[in-house]
């Protein structure tokens, strides 16, 4: 087969979706073992092409990165004209795996796109106004005219199911991977003090407001180091007695910082999946979670689980994760080692060998 890959994602920076896009794109290619042709493309911007070449370095893929003038308004009135085939531009193929960024039209073959959470139409005041309508839009086409829908986790299945109608049948589960530099083997970020950490894009659903309130209830034994660039909407002021904003930290950076803390806290409201929560144990760091249903699949039996909305249970946690540290590590190992991006790779690449059939 010849599968062509949306990879438009990977010309900003690398956050939970652009992990996705390049950890399964790294799985599929492990998984197909060189026994299909798999395309690398995007239409994108001139200076983000040097930018996806340098994060596709690693990956022996073909690359096929279309340069076009304001790509972002070109994608969507493209995916909105339905004309011309994609095709047109990357010729024949079996296969279009598409991104968050657009629905573009085609001609034939399978077509096949990601669903990594339903925020935007199940909880539209945690968005911004423009990916509650770029990705409405998005869930409709795929919806109507999609032969698969993967989600990256159950939890998501179950919703795209119930809020955009798609038979269970056309929907797989491929589960997000780990890279091979998340483990406890490696450098330790050091802060002169023990300090907690999370990993979360400054926004209202990060629900990182209350993890500061908790954290100022502990009694100063630990500071609080903060990874994330700003979001958008009003948020609490993620500031106070020994917090630290580390701002973006890049995704090979993150290690270091997981497995230099003492806990790992992810108070999310809401989570396609919550990657990070498996990321942190794999480098043997216990984890304190939020207890909404979405982060179950992520969390296992290997996580503190708190009330999201609490941040006296959030404390409570955080000490209990302490005070269990070793128990948590063990079982938090144990759960991350079902996660790989081949696992990740070949669930995509079967799926599409059943519906190229």
């Known amino acids: 087969m010849r599968i062509v890959f949306d990879v438009s994602p990977l010309s ?25 042709e798999i ?6 911007d001139p200076r983000a092409v040097a930018t996806i070449e340098d994060v596709l370095d690693p990956i022996e893929v073909e690359r096929r ?29 079996d296969v279009l795996h598409f991104s968050d960024w657009m629905f573009p039209p085609q001609e034939a073959g399978v077509r096949a796109t990601m669903i990594h959470d339903l925020v935007p139409l199940r909880y539209p005041d945690w968005a911004h106004r423009r990916t509650v309508r770029m990705h409405n839009a998005k869930y409709r086409n795929a919806a109507e005219t999609c032969d698969l829908l993967f989600t990256n986790s159950e939890y998501t299945a179950r919703d795209t199911v119930e809020l955009l109608g798609v038979p269970r049948e056309r929907i797989r589960v491929a589960h997000p991977g780990l890279e091979a530099r998340f483990g406890p083997d490696g450098e330790r970020a050091d802060l002169g003090r023990p300090y907690l950490f999370t990993a979360a894009t400054v926004e209202p ?12 209830l502990l009694g100063g034994s630990h500071a609080l ?8 909407g009003q948020t609490p002021l993620i500031a ?21 803390a003492d806990v790992f806290v992810f108070p999310s409201r809401f989570e396609g999946f919550g990657m990070p929560v498996v990321e942190a144990m794999a480098c043997g760091t216990p984890c304190v979670v939020s207890s909404h249903p979405s982060l179950d699949e992520a969390c296992g039996d290997a996580a503190v689980r708190v009330d999201p909305e609490s941040a006296e249970e959030i404390a409570a946690g955080i000490e209990r994760a302490l005070a269990e540290r070793d128990e948590l590590v063990h079982r938090g190992f144990e ?16 799926a599409y060998e059943e519906a190229a059939a």
């Open 12 to 36: 900003h920076r690398r956050t939970g979706v652009g992990n996705y896009v390049y950890g399964s794109l790294a799985g599929l290619v492990e998984a197909a073992q060189g026994e299909h």
């Open 39 to 44: 395309v690398a493309w995007a239409p994108v």
């Open 65 to 93: 990165l279309r340069v076009v003038p304001f790509a972002h308004m070109w994608r969507t009135v493209w995916s909105h004209a339905g004309t011309p085939p994609a095709e047109r531009f990357v010729g024949r193929f």
């Open 205 to 216: 659903r990060k629900n990182l407001g209350t993890l500061v309130d908790a954290h100022g």
């Open 225 to 232: 180091a903060v990874a994330g660039s700003p979001g958008w």
């Open 240 to 260: 106070g007695r020994d917090v630290i904003r580390l701002g973006f930290v890049r995704h090979s950076e993150l290690p270091r910082w997981y497995r230099g």
């Open 335 to 350: 759960h991350a080692r079902g996660f790989t991006w081949r696992r990740t790779g070949e669930i995509m690449l079967r």
